[in-house]
């Protein structure tokens, strides 16, 4: 199981954290990541945090801005989001996937487990 927290309202420019607590398995052997989805629009990969050697990925319109991480001995994932914009809004997700490399995880459909989501809105 997922739980996803931290979501919110925030102007643009502003921060916000959100976290991923994992529970009732272990996810040692699991890549941690955050997607999301807007009104109207499909999930989209947003960034990821590879088990196997710790590498991370992010889309290309929050690099510089998204910051992955994870707590392995909380069994914990977080996405700090920095200089936030309106594009930004969304319903994240966090996931879980066994897979390791870019080309699977940048997949949905590659990811077994998934939290119930976390509101964020970006206000210009």
């Known amino acids: 199981q997922l739980q996803a927290s931290g979501g919110g309202l925030v102007q643009s420019g502003g921060s916000l954290r959100l976290s991923c607590a994992a529970s009732g398995r272990a996810y040692g052997s699991y890549s941690m990541g955050w997607f999301r989805q807007a009104p109207g629009k499909e999930r989209e990969f947003v960034a990821v945090?590879?088990?196997?050697?710790?590498?991370?990925y992010y889309r290309d319109s929050v690099k510089g801005r998204f910051t992955i991480s994870r707590n392995e001995a909380r069994d914990t994932a977080y996405l700090q989001m920095d200089n936030l914009k309106p594009e930004d809004a969304a319903v994240y997700y966090c996931?879980?996937?066994?897979?390791?490399?870019?080309?699977?995880?940048?997949?949905?459909?590659?990811?077994?487990?998934w939290g119930q989501g976390t509101l964020v809105t970006v206000s210009s």
């Open positions: 996931a879980a996937s066994p897979y390791y490399s870019y080309s699977d995880l940048a997949s949905a459909i590659k990811w077994d487990y």
């Open positions: 945090k590879s088990y196997r050697d710790g590498k991370t």
